[in-house]
């Protein structure tokens, strides 16, 4: 299927492991016969620096033409002086919410090879591959009358809204139950309805939509509990679907069961598949320019991009494979390097997964 792209490398690292990226794009595109088409654009603080704006109009333009769209990180040191409504992450967020991305998938995976590099017990996650299923409009974080105001007798108070309304719920819950029709056909509903009744509805329309899926299983469980069983045992999970809040948190806790931040690709999802794919971690300032980045989330996120996207699990499973590939033959870079072994830059990694390709 021909299909147009547009690639926003973002700021620090951003661009070193966007290159790499688009290496593994052509070698994909060519070797798949794919007809995919893309163009650079301008997003964050590299925007700003030439627009005086985080999102472009042009790069608003381009995303809305574009059936997916993959980006590198933004955001920085360099633009901590500007207004608070020109931060380079506020570009991010414009344009999540213009495109309708509602639904963020973050799947935890462990490499084999990375094992030791996990926070827990090798035997508890080796072999971990589960997917977090994050409603990413709504909930908490948006809701309204939200503010700081001050009381009668002078004490200030602060509040926010939890709200759902049932087709937010319904929308989420069909992509969390269609993903897992790709997998093991598990679907763990995360709320707290034992104290929160928005997430009482939360339960009682995920049950609804269940029933248009007999062939997959659907749990409920309290976030408490889910992050508790997260760390303890996390491979009884598949598909895990949840809030704002909550999958922002469990999201965070998942992402150190399987390593470094540099492996974690993400994808998010508007309401014809189509999406933004990028990886989960920022632009690391720390080690920008030094050739250190890992690039193998951004890499991942490609792969993710085929999936879920353009329809091409075979071009997504052979990026997968080549990952795996160039971690058996013993290449780390800096985040997940074993001692005593020495490690490759952010381009050699890049070089050795388009050779595994
Ligand atoms: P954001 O708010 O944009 O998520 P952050 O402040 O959480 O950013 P990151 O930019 O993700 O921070 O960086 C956190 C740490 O992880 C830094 O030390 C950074 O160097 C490291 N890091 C992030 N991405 C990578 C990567 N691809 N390869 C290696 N190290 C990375
Ligand atoms: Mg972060």
Redesign the pocket.
Known sequence: MAAHILVLPGD??GPE?MTEAVRVLEVVNRRFNLELTWEEGLLGGAALDVHGVPLPTQTMERARAADAILLG???GPKWDAVERHLRP?RGLLGLRSELGLFGNLRPAILYPQLAEASSLKPEVVAGLDILIVRELTGGIYFGEPRGIRVLENGEREGFNTYVYNESEIRRIGHLAFSLARQRDHRVCSVDKSNVLEVTVLWREVMEEVARDYPDVTLSHMYVDNAAMQLVRAPKQFDVMVTGNMFGDILSDAAAMLTG???MLPSASLDRNGRGMYE?C???????AGEG???????ILSVAMMLRYTLANPEAAAAIEQAVSTVLDQGLR???IQRAGVEAVSTSAMGDAVVAAL
């Open positions: 620090y690292i492991i990180a933004v955001g992450e470094s931040i540099g990886p971690h920022g632009s690391a300032p720390d080690i250190k980045a890992n690039p193998l989330a951004t870079t800096p985040d």
